[in-house]
């Protein structure tokens, strides 16, 4: 349910902010083609500054762990293994089931963590281009423009 959410809302804020992106700017009270030009780079600085995000040089992606072919951060299933042995042992005296379940556990968490943290990134990136967009199109329309 909370990745079906987040899901949802990414595609939201993607759609917002590539609506935005294709809108077309249009001067409202005759500005020239020199003007408009002004204005559009002026008020692109002043989004970038405003949102700490520049679209022409995005934040290179947060380092994430390492991962194996089948997406799990490499030792996740030695690492069950062993806890499974430890609690095989314990509870029922079989080390070795212990350990097989312990290693299919802890692989499946271990994708799972993995495969949320790559969603906050994206969702994190799709905002701020968003924003950008929302902060340039109102700087835009505070100086006079329209946009379609």
Not at 58 to 67: D, K, L
Not at 94 to 101: M, P, T, V
Not at 113 to 141: D, P, R, V, Y
Request: proline share 6%; hydrophobic share 40%.
């Amino acid at each position: 349910m909370k990745c079906a959410t987040a899901s949802i809302l990414a595609l939201g804020v993607f759609a917002i902010s590539q609506a935005l992106a294709q809108q077309s700017v249009a001067p409202a009270k005759g500005q020239s083609a020199q003007q408009q030009k002004s204005d559009e780079a002026a008020c692109h600085q002043i989004a970038i500054k405003q949102t700490g995000y520049d679209p022409a040089k995005p934040p290179p992606p947060a380092a994430s762990p390492p991962t194996t072919a089948t997406g799990t951060t490499p030792g996740a299933g030695l690492r069950g293994a062993a806890r499974g042995a430890v609690v095989g042992e314990v509870v029922g005296g079989d080390a070795g089931a212990g350990a097989a379940a312990g290693a299919a556990v802890a692989r499946s968490q271990s994708r799972k963590q993995n495969a949320s943290a790559q969603q906050q990134q994206q969702t994190a990136g799709q905002q701020q281009q968003a924003s950008f967009a929302k902060a340039k199109a109102a700087c835009l329309e505070g100086k006079g423009y329209t946009l379609k």
